[in-house]
Nanobody, 123 residues
Framework: QVQLVESGGGLVQAGGSLRLSCAASGRTFSSFAMAWFRQAPGKEREFVAAISWSGGSTYYADSVKGRFTISRDNAKNTVYLRMNSLKPDDTAVYYC????????????????WGQGTQVTVSS
């Protein structure tokens, strides 16, 4: 089993930046791909970004490409999401996901999910 805990969310002005962190722990540790998803009120869960075990392969949703950067530090069992040039449309609960056998944007492929952290971008 793997436990994921997100942190770093908060309130930020449009155009500002936030850095989210996701710390992984458990009896065993997996080197599966990890990802970030988000869900705004009244909307479906949306893929944001994913990263491979090595960190050498990343994928981004078109809506965040060029603004967000996903990275991971395996020594710290942590994945990060650096969010720049934030817009009100980025407001959502952001979830960390892990456990996919391959790098994928398909949510059901991820077996483990964090509790989420709220990101609110004011206009």
């Amino acid at each position: 089993q793997v436990q994921l805990v997100e942190s770093g969310g908060g309130l930020v002005q449009a155009g500002g930046s936030l850095r989210l962190s996701c710390a992984a722990s458990g009896r065993t540790f997996s080197s599966f791909a990890m990802a970030w998803f988000r869900q705004a009120p009244g909307k479906e869960r949306e893929f944001v970004a994913a990263i491979s075990w090595s960190g050498g392969s990343t994928y981004y949703a078109d809506s965040v490409k060029g603004r967000f950067t996903i990275s991971r530090d395996n020594a710290k069992n942590t994945v990060y999401l650096r969010m720049n040039s934030l817009k009100p449309d980025d407001t959502a609960v952001y979830y960390c996901a892990a456990g996919a056998l391959i790098l994928t944007h398909v949510a059901p492929e991820y077996d483990y999910w964090g509790q989420g952290t709220q990101v609110t971008v004011s206009s």
